[in-house]
């Protein structure tokens, strides 16, 4: 079956501010290609700005691919607010923003009213997906980013994962449910997620990994790192510096220690073992019972706390 697509999405452009969704006689030149089940329409605007919507109709519902380019301030702060769906967003050169937004439903006449917005106003763009009243089967909203490296990026996603990779400007991310994958991240990086793991490769600077159920797992690490969870594994690899912290409730906690660190090492398990490569001092009042380690590396002039109310603790030389 072919499908035709009409793209009705305009761009409005006034001063700092860019506005999606209105109505504005911008010249344009619309091009659609359908093969089968599926088609793809490009508008380009005279602006500069380019929009492409992709249909794709199967037994599940429908997805409705539209992509948009627009350029945005070096160094802004990024912010993408999004109901249900993942979010990956890669830093790359230059200051294009360019926005790949994945609208999925039950079917393509609902796929094709999903809406989302993007401005820009002063230091900030903002990209929102939200659900509108009502019942919502099957519905979704994908986001991929590719964004200018230096931004400073706030991610809020209330069910779905979430996936950086080569910013500069730091991060935050808020996610209800889901896993978070970090990769090439400079700046402070604050990860909270209620249910999800949490992974990381690479990160320049503080880090704070927090999650109500999940694991964590970090090397790579350049900086002072505090990671809680209350139910899973914790382990940490790279240069720690300043104050660390790595608590879980449920689970094992271990830390990889680069060469040359300086670190005053608290290590304590209330049900289970410690095992360390640095002969630190340990005590243990009776064996499976609370234990507890002391000790420094090198100078100890920053701190590491190691704790799990049940579960060993490790510590390890790279």
Known sequence: MKVSVILASVCVVLGALVVWGGRMAVSAVSKTVTTGSSSSTTISYTDGITSTTDVIQGGAGASV????????????????????????????????????????????????????????????TRISFHLAPGKHTNEYMNFKIGAPADSRLIVKDESGDLQASGILGGLQFEDSSGNVSLANVTGRSQVDTNSGDIRCDTIRGSASFKTGSGDIECCGIDGAVSG?????????????????????????????????????????????????????TESKEFDGGPATMDGRIGAGSGTLKLSTNSGDVRLEKA
Not at 251 to 277: E, F, K, P, W, Y
């Open 65 to 124: 691919h539209e992509n948009r380019s627009v350029r945005i301030p070096r160094g802004a702060t990024l912010v993408v607010e999004d109901d249900i769906g993942d979010v990956q967003v890669t830093g790359s050169a230059g200051e294009s923003l360019h926005v790949d937004a994945e609208k999925h439903a039950g079917s393509l006449a609902l796929a094709r009213a999903m809406r989302y917005s993007l401005d820009t106003q002063g230091g900030t």
């Open 228 to 280: 809680t969870t209350n139910s899973g594994n914790i382990t940490v690899a790279g240069s720690l510096t300043g104050a660390s912290d790595l608590s879980t409730g449920s689970g094992n906690v271990t830390a990889v220690i680069n060469r040359g660190a300086s670190l005053s090492v608290h290590a304590s398990t209330s049900s289970g073992g410690i095992q360390d490569d640095f002969g630190l």
